[in-house]
């Protein structure tokens, strides 16, 4: 799978947008992106995914570059629940089942401020 | 509506002993994933099964660990003779089919702690 850069930290008001950037410049034509949240002593939580239109769910919006190589993960107004350790992982086609796994890097440590 | 059920929550072993982690996948899902998340680190792959079958097992160590997806029952992550290094969170995911676009589902993990 094409790696990706995500800022070590991020620090967000609570009640204001955040936006978490994630590089992938070397994303091929078939990755989607995905991306995950760990909240502290939880297993991760699936947020979205995307192959090249924007996406909009309950929990937040994708919003990928028109060259794919970025994407930016939207929370539209911050709690302090969003706070968590946020990953960006591609998906793509290497063979019938070697890219089942997720690869996680080390995401985005989210802090909410009240 | 269930989500991914895992047990023990919290597992304390002594060298040597067994460890075995349980995994209910969510109703209707064949694909259950393992991942070991060490002290401090990130989240990593260690086996992917569907029923009755091992289907990725690249990130499993070579010795002491084994993993099961039987017809009937959970997923089970087997340890032998634990070493202190084995202390990690062990998290099960599931998912109802394979695909890159597909989510996997996670449970809130089972916490290995070895004296």
């Known amino acids: 799978d094409a790696k990706t850069t995500q800022p070590n930290s991020m620090e967000s008001n609570e009640e204001e947008p955040v936006h978490l950037p994630c590089n992938h410049s070397?994303?091929?034509?078939?990755?989607?992106i995905h991306w995950y949240r760990q909240l502290p002593s939880q297993g991760p939580e699936y947020v979205i995914h995307g192959l090249t239109s924007n996406v909009n769910n309950r929990m937040a919006s994708l919003a990928i570059a028109e060259d794919r190589k970025s994407s930016t993960l939207i929370l539209h107004r911050a709690t302090l629940r969003d706070a968590a350790v946020y990953y960006c992982?591609?998906?793509?086609?290497?063979?019938?089942?070697?890219?089942?796994?997720?690869?996680f890097g080390t995401g985005t440590r989210l802090t909410i401020i009240p | 509506n269930a989500g991914v059920m895992q047990n023990p929550r919290h597992l304390v072993r002594r060298r040597g002993q067994e460890a075995r982690l349980r995994c209910s996948p969510m109703?209707?899902?064949?694909?259950v994933y393992w991942y070991r998340q060490l002290p401090e680190e990130g989240l990593k792959f260690m086996v992917y099964?569907?029923?009755?079958?091992?289907?990725?097992e690249s990130g499993m160590p070579k010795e002491r660990f084994s993993a099961e997806f039987p017809k009937e029952g959970p997923s089970i992550l087997r340890i032998q003779q634990v070493v202190r290094g084995d202390s990690a969170a062990y998290f099960c995911a599931s998912s109802p089919v394979k695909g890159t676009n597909q989510p996997q589902h996670f449970g809130d993990g089972t916490r290995l702690s070895i004296l």
């Open positions: 109703k209707g899902h064949s694909h």
């Open positions: 099964l569907q029923k009755e079958n091992i289907i990725d």
């Open positions: 070397t994303i091929s034509g078939t990755d989607y």
């Open positions: 992982i591609l998906r793509g086609e290497i063979s019938n089942f070697g890219n089942e796994k997720l690869t």
